[in-house]
T-cell receptor, first 112, second 117 residues
């Protein structure tokens, strides 16, 4: 059973397109996150939702819009994709019972 | 804001030997958590070990142990009896105690560990 699942694993798209990445967790966690890992492997928080409410919104272009239809799902929609958006995007979740984050397998986004 | 520093971009260790990866952090908080995550070529982020700041005892998980020095704000990872499967990027991470906005992870820049025969 996959605890945190992202789709797709790979995404290649042209500049200017709009794309979405989906994330689902079956751990019963209340809090979900999007992290971005750039080409130098640096990981940084983008957004976090707690029980469908946005609680963290770091300095991210407003072309990125997260949506949480329920506490088990957190999607990331990106408009007007740019070359600089190429990165690996990780979904993660935490629960009240634990302190560590559980990560999805990442989505490698390549904008050409 | 908290910061996490990993000063070793790359390390190398021979199989069966011991290696220590360094991590320092900066915070004004007294209660927090520290983690080491492993990222193999598969890209998956895997939790290696966790340390609660209020615990004086260093955490251990099989061949992995930490040296947590709270006053010095240092959190190093020791890997004993290194195996080929330990080759990966290792990230040190910090999170505040509490929930909500405090639960985000702040990562270091990572250390790439090579394991040689």
């Amino acid at each position: 059973d996959t605890a945190v699942s992202q789709t797709p694993k790979y995404l290649v798209t042209q500049m200017g397109n709009d794309k979405s990445i989906k994330c689902e967790q079956n751990l019963g966690h209340d809090t979900m996150y999007w992290y971005k890992q750039d080409s130098k492997k640096f990981l940084k928080i983008m957004f976090s939702y707690n029980n469908k409410e946005l609680i963290i919104n770091e300095t991210v272009p407003n072309r990125f819009s997260p949506k949480s239809p329920d506490k088990a799902h957190l999607n990331l929609h990106i408009n007007s994709l740019e070359l600089g958006d190429s990165a690996v995007y990780f979904c993660a979740s935490t629960g009240t019972e634990n302190t560590e984050a559980f990560f999805g397998q990442g989505t490698r986004l390549t904008v050409v | 804001a908290q910061t996490v520093t990993q000063s070793q971009p790359e390390m190398s260790v021979q199989e069966a030997e011991t290696v220590t990866l360094s991590c320092t952090y900066d915070t004004s908080e007294s209660d927090y958590y520290l983690f080491w995550y492993k990222q193999p070529p598969s890209r998956q982020m895997i939790l290696v070990i966790r340390q609660e700041a209020y615990k004086q005892q260093n955490a251990t998980e099989n061949r992995f142990s930490v040296n947590f020095q709270k006053a010095a704000k240092s959190f190093s990872l020791k890997i004993s009896d290194s195996q080929l499967g330990d080759a990966a990027m290792y990230f040190c991470a910090y999170r505040s105690a509490g929930t909500g906005t405090a639960s985000k992870l702040t990562f270091g820049t990572g250390t790439r560990l090579q394991v040689t025969l």
